[in-house]
């Protein structure tokens, strides 16, 4: 079977809850999505999953959003951008998921759970890993175990009930997963999981099939977590509309911890000091602030590069792909079946490729207010990009442009005196009071000529012109770095060349 079968068109579907910040797996999940959607000419949809209404996050839908804009993975269709299937959050489709419910009591394929939370309560507490299943639901309060008459009357005195999914016994549910091919589950091994809540709320697995269905989506890829969930999903599926309806799975191997195993967290993020969500994320709850990897100073370009090579290759020896590229290029046999570690150090190294890869103007835009942010005022924008493409080579991150080019349009507010001081002396003083006053002269100013005076003043005083390079590079920047030095005093211009060896001279001692 190939991945698009049918002649159906392919449609996808990111399926988010919006409860916090994205994680980088997650946005893989989108990117797989989408890749193999564009790969094929279909439709990528975003559908909003917010039935469980106690997990709502203010504020964690319109960050999804952003992230994806962020990121370049436009939606075809989604509550944002509207679409044929709308709507397309699920707290405002709560009508037609009951119907389905309905069906499935209908025809014995669920029932009525009138258990409250209290005596479910009890019943944890008594029995070691309760489950609602085969076994258990005999002896519960259900339309299973309750005579008709008995239900009938709970029902009419409006008693509050969950549907839950009735779990055949000991039956073979199967299916083919993309990555993963056959993959078998044992119904005896699965509970009775809720499809209907008892606010009238459909669960993630009603509504995830449903929703499915309505949408017409072909296939949908999601993170290995949710394989436990797929017989649930197989058997409603197969009640509803039929197993020849169901989208190809493909369940995404975990992105794991750089250290040890397990699938990288937050926490681990936070531990070993890099992102792991997209965007800078505040808690609206605790005012927590989580870092992104935007924030952290990561083009999109990088970001995206970066999460489609974790656990997938092109078969080549190629690193650095375009978003166009990778929806050229992608296919799903190429994705891994385990899970990727993952690398802060080689993520860190695809930023600085395409930091170095991109023109500058490509970026010119997001680095200009973290200049502004500083308070550094900014020339005209030919002037600015010019700097940007001189020193990009030496930036890892979009935020060291403020220290690799700062000192281009303002006067270093820190200099590393201590790296001139121990050999100042009175020559090199001499020579660049000298200096000063050669410079002082010089009618045409660039960076031929200020590299020719230097270096004729210096064997002029028998100074090796070696000797005094760094000082003079500190004296202009600040530090030990930057590009050409002569470069950087013809583009800073004559006085402010003069003021900055000045200033410093002034605050160096003779011992
Ligand atoms: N709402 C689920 C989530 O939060 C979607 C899982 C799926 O794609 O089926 O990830």
Redesign the pocket.
């Known amino acids: 079977m190939t991945e698009t079968a049918s002649n159906k068109k392919v449609r996808v579907?990111?399926?988010?809850?919006p409860?916090g910040g994205l994680h980088l797996g997650?946005v893989r999940?989108v990117l797989f999505n989408y890749l193999f959607a564009k790969h094929h000419g279909g439709d990528f949809i975003v559908r909003i999953?917010d039935t469980d209404q106690t997990r709502f996050v203010e504020g964690a839908e319109a960050y999804i959003f952003n992230t994806l804009e962020w990121c370049g993975l436009v939606p075809d269709e989604s509550p944002l951008h509207g679409g044929p299937f709308a709507p397309y959050r699920q707290s405002e489709r709560k009508p037609i998921y009951r119907q389905y419910a309905q069906q499935l009591i209908d025809a014995g394929k669920a029932y009525y759970a009138f258990d409250t939370s209290e005596e479910l309560e009890a019943k944890r507490k008594e029995i070691p890993n309760f489950q609602y299943n085969q076994t258990t639901r005999t002896v519960l309060k259900n339309s299973l175990a309750l005579s008709k008459e008995a239900v009938a009357e709970l029902l009419a005195a409006n008693t509050p009930y969950v549907v839950r999914i009735c779990m055949p016994e000991n039956e073979d549910l199967g299916f083919t997963d993309l990555i993963r091919g056959e993959v078998h589950f044992n119904t005896s091994q699965v509970d009775d999981k809720v499809l209907l809540k008892a606010d009238g709320m459909p669960t993630?697995h009603l509504a995830?099939v449903v929703d499915d269905y309505l949408m017409q989506i072909t296939h949908?890829?999601?993170?290995e977590e949710?394989l436990p969930?797929a017989p649930v999903?197989v058997l409603l599926w197969q009640y509803l509309f039929g197993l020849d309806q169901m989208p190809q799975w493909a369940h995404l191997p975990l992105i794991l911890k750089p250290d040890g195993n397990g699938k990288l967290s937050k926490r681990d993020g936070d531990r070993l000091g890099f992102p792991t969500f997209a965007m800078d994320w505040t808690d609206p709850k605790t005012n927590e602030t989580t870092i992104g990897f935007k924030e952290r100073g990561f083009l999109p370009q990088a970001f995206i590069n970066l999460l489609a090579v974790l656990g997938w290759n092109d078969g080549t020896d190629q690193e650095l792909f375009t978003l166009q590229e990778l929806i050229e290029k992608f296919s799903i046999e190429r994705v891994h079946k385990g899970g990727a570690k993952f690398d802060y150090e080689k993520a860190k190294w695809y930023n600085q490729e395409w930091i170095k890869t991109l023109p500058a103007t490509a970026y010119s835009h997001i680095v200009a207010p973290l200049f502004e942010a500083k308070g550094i005022a900014l020339p005209d924008n030919d002037q600015f990009v010019a700097v940007l493409d001189t020193v990009k080579e030496r930036c890892v991150f979009l935020n060291d442009f403020v220290l690799q080019a700062g000192f281009y349009f303002q006067t270093p507010a820190v200099v590393d005196l201590a790296a001139i001081q121990p050999k100042w002396d009175v020559k090199k003083q001499q020579f660049f009071v000298d200096l000063i006053a050669q410079y002082q002269l010089q009618t045409e100013w660039n960076s031929q000529v200020l590299e020719q005076v230097f270096k004729e003043l210096a064997t002029s005083q028998q100074i090796k012109a070696g000797e005094l390079m760094l000082p003079f590079r500190i004296m202009l920047v600040g530090g030990k770095f930057g590009p050409a030095v002569f470069d950087i005093a013809a583009f800073i211009g004559q006085a402010e060349t003069l003021h900055r060896i000045q200033q410093v001279i002034a605050q160096l001692t003779i011992a």
């Not at 579907?13 to 809850?17: D, H, K, L, T, V």
């Open positions: 579907r990111f399926a988010p809850s409860t997650g999940t999953e993630y995830v949908a890829f999601r993170g949710w969930s999903h």
